[in-house]
């Protein structure tokens, strides 16, 4: 089944593996889960999943690390974040147990998909969560999959970390105040697609958002959340009911204070942003972008230096990733060896 894999020249694409894990929900509780070859799954065509989006997903890595092992990276942080998810959407819930034993088997049953230490890859680890069982009317399902798929992907960054340009697109929002923007729901990413492609069209990697109900105060980044390190050195995210709560930015903030760094979470208004001195877009994929300009109708505003990212943010990915690939010790104890 392995073919010889190129580390050097992975993206973040899917690619067969040896198997995925699958589970099934009847009757008020989970199987014990089936390792499953091949990539399709056969689906009842009146799921909830595909009519009504009763459908959550998760992603997370497993690194490679410096010392021959393959360890996970904060699994129970999403566990609790689908269980949050399945509550909203009235799902199954996924015991946070079952969660980091599926993610556990998965990745030893494709250890050989592992990217090894200093190729700068890592395991993409997918779980997802719907409804498989069929409704007409609109009601939750009665029966429920969780599966959980891995992809080898690659480093992100083949030099330093390179900024990109962020866009406000006004005519959109990503969710409102007491919708589902604070759980990880499949709709969310169909319903960012289309400003997705105008802030590509318009020569934008990212576009920002705005809090729905005045468009004052910042929200996050398409996939991604907001940080701002101010010119006195403080790290400063957004608060909002509407925010997808990022485990990298938990990490990230856990970092920064033990730096010394003063974190602060609170609602942060667009006027403010032009008073940073870095801007950075923080998510699993790519634990850090920086971010060097943001234009929004006709105001262009520039962050942080020209050519790269600017000092903080840099210390901060750093450190993360030398936690990760076990470079640097896990004072936190956020890391499961598989
Ligand atoms: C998943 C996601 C993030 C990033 O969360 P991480 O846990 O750091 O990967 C940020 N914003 C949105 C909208 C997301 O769906």
Redesign the pocket.
């Known amino acids: 089944m392995k073919e010889r894999i190129d580390w050097g020249s992975l993206g973040f694409g899917f690619r067969d593996t040896n198997c995925h894990i699958r589970y099934t929900w009847r009757d008020g509780s989970w199987d014990g889960g089936e390792l499953v070859e091949g990539s399709f799954v056969r689906l009842h065509m009146a799921a909830t999943a595909l009519h009504y989006g009763q459908s959550a997903f998760?992603?997370?890595k497993a690194f490679g690390c410096r010392d021959g092992k393959t360890r996970l990276f904060r699994p129970w942080?999403?566990a609790r974040?689908m269980a949050r998810t399945a509550r909203r959407l009235c799902m199954a819930e996924v015991p946070e147990e079952l969660f980091v034993e599926a993610v556990r088997r998965v990745t030893d049953a494709n250890r050989e998909f592992i990217p090894p230490f200093g190729t700068g890859g890592s395991l993409y680890v997918r779980p997802l969560l719907f409804g498989s069982g069929p409704q007409l009317g609109v009601s939750p399902a009665l029966e429920y999959t969780f599966l959980v798929f891995v992809v080898p992907v690659g480093a992100y960054y083949k030099g330093g970390l390179t900024p990109v340009r962020a866009v406000v697109l006004d005519e959109y929002d990503?969710a409102a105040p007491r919708g589902v923007?604070n759980i990880?729901v499949a709709g969310?990413?169909a319903a960012?697609l289309e400003p997705h492609a105008v802030a590509h069209e318009r020569g934008f990697a990212v576009e920002l958002y705005l809090d729905a109900a005045e468009h004052r105060y910042v929200e996050?980044?398409?996939?991604?959340?907001f940080i701002g390190i101010t010119q006195d050195g403080r790290y400063v995210t957004p608060e909002s009911p509407s925010?997808?709560?990022?485990?990298?930015?938990r990490?990230l903030q856990q970092i920064a204070r033990d730096f010394g760094i003063p974190v602060e979470v609170r609602p942060v208004p667009f006027a403010e942003v032009p008073e940073f001195a870095e801007i950075g877009a923080?998510?699993?994929?790519v634990v850090i972008t920086p971010v060097n300009e943001i234009v929004r109708g006709d105001l262009v505003i520039r962050v942080g230096p020209r050519g790269g990212c600017g000092p903080t943010l840099e210390k901060l990915y750093a450190t993360v990733t030398e936690i990760q690939y076990g470079v640097r010790p896990d004072p936190y104890g956020w890391t499961l060896e598989v």
């Open positions: 998760e992603g997370l942080e999403n974040r990503r923007g990880k969310n990413y960012s996050e980044f398409g996939t991604s959340n925010i997808l709560p990022s485990v990298t930015n990490t923080c998510g699993t994929a």
